[in-house]
């Protein structure tokens, strides 16, 4: 019976993962723990090292921990856990320097801050964790909960102010609509995104596959409900080179999203860059609408006669089965003609009259 007891002590005691702390702040739980230069070196092999406030919990294949420096070196399939602010990072190799409180992840690297949904992929991430700033100096794929992708060349994410400053930045929206600036500030609890140097490609949905509906401007205030853009320009010409045929600068536009509209503040309507027609206000539905009354987006068209003329309709709903559209042309030798369709569709046939002054 005895021997029996101690057989069992024997198995126990060599399947138990040895257990080193280290100047009481890394606790070592691993499969073998080398200890050389008297204690200086800590060397572990296959589970986890803990911080003395239990906030950190650091997975990987092998360990190093040079007690003098305080620098930890973690090396293969890495994970931080962060449980005080709910944080995951997932790296091939990283450096935790205890006394300057930072980490260095390099390699193919997975960041999760699980309390907003912010998912971030990149190659070099850098973590202050007594500031709690996150940052990388490297091209950053992230992904938020409001289903937008960022690319950024560079971001520093203050985690305690809720803050992300990008450089460089590409917004691509659960709408399709694409966002590149320069600068921009992001508000990782109210998702208000404020940038410089706008360049924006709205979603094609309705229009010709020529036309390439975008607006840019000085700076934008986006977020889930709307689109605000000052000192901005909205064209939907083919891009080329030099100015585009027709297009609508104002003080300031504004994208409303949910309703589907945009719309202008002391708007200049300008054809090939020179001023033909001044709005103070000005609206007309965004190219994904397909029904709804209003300005519909103008264009710059060509006639049978080879005349140039540039329109802007006006489309009316009068009812489930009846509209109309109201299409003043201004022909570039100063001539106008306003176009008036009606159409009509019934259960056995459709109507359709036009008629032009």
């Known amino acids: 019976m005895k021997n029996k007891i101690l057989y069992i002590l024997i198995l126990a005691f060599a399947f138990m993962s040895p257990t080193y702390s280290v100047e009481n702040y890394f606790s070592f739980k691993t499969q073998n723990i080398d200890i050389k230069d008297n204690g200086n070196l800590i060397k572990a092999y296959n589970g986890k090292a803990v911080s003395k406030d239990g906030n950190f919990e650091i997975s990987a294949d092998n360990f190093e921990y040079f007690r003098k420096l305080g620098i930890l070196k973690i090396n293969g399939n890495g994970l931080i856990i962060h449980r005080k602010k709910n944080f995951k990072i997932e790296f091939d190799k990283g450096i935790i320097n205890h006394k300057k409180s930072t980490l260095e992840a390099t390699g193919k690297i997975l960041a999760e801050d699980q309390n907003i949904g912010l998912k971030i992929e990149t190659e ?13 100096n490297k091209k950053s794929w992230i992904n938020d909960k409001f289903q937008n992708l ?12 809720d803050l992300i400053k990008f450089n460089e930045l590409k917004l ?21 995104l ?12 309705t229009l010709n596959k020529e036309s390439e509906p975008r607006l840019k401007g000085n700076s934008v205030i986006n977020n889930e409900s709307s689109t605000t853009i000052m000192g ?30 945009i719309n202008y503040k002391d708007a200049i309507l300008k054809i090939y860059d020179f001023p033909v027609a001044y709005f103070p206000k000005f609206h007309h539905p965004d190219p994904t609408v397909k029904r709804q009354s209003g300005f519909l987006t103008p264009s710059l068209k060509r006639s049978t006669n080879k005349k140039n003329f540039f329109e802007v309709p006006y ?32 259960k056995d046939s459709e109507y359709i009259s036009d008629l032009s002054i």
């Open 124 to 136: 070099k991430l850098n973590l202050n964790y007594k500031d709690n700033i996150l940052f990388s």
């Open 150 to 161: 960022l690319i950024a060349e560079k971001f520093k994410y203050e985690i305690q102010n």
């Open 172 to 192: 691509t929206d659960k709408r399709s609509n694409t966002f590149e600036l320069t600068t921009a500030y992001l508000n990782t609890k109210t998702n208000n």
């Open 194 to 205: 404020l940038g410089k140097d706008l360049f924006l490609k709205l979603d094609n949905k």
């Open 232 to 261: 901005g320009v909205f064209t939907t010409c083919k891009r080329r080179d030099g100015c585009p045929p027709w297009q609508i600068s104002a003080k300031k536009i504004e994208h409303k999203k949910e309703k589907k509209t």
């Open 315 to 346: 489309y009316f709903v009068i009812s489930d089965s009846k509209d109309t559209t109201l299409s003043p042309r201004f022909y570039n030798d100063a001539q106008l003609l306003i176009q008036n369709e009606f159409r009509s569709v019934n």
